[in-house]
């Protein structure tokens, strides 16, 4: 059976009332001190290339003429 207009109303507001939250907004939080300072962020090595790697060089862009044996 299907609820009548008034009964569904309220069932709509039921269902808008708890989607608010009853909870009050919190503050925001506090500012920090004047000496403070953030962090510096963490150096990672670049993605291409591990620090224990020597770079290679590519033989094919390699600008001598080649060599025949």
Known sequence: MLPTVPQYQQQKRKELAMSVPRDPIP?????PGPGW???PPIQEPDPDRLPD??????PDENEEPPKHA
């Open 37 to 39: 300072t953030p962090e």
């Open 27 to 31: 503050e925001k939080p506090p500012m």
């Open 53 to 58: 790697e020597m770079p290679v060089p590519n």
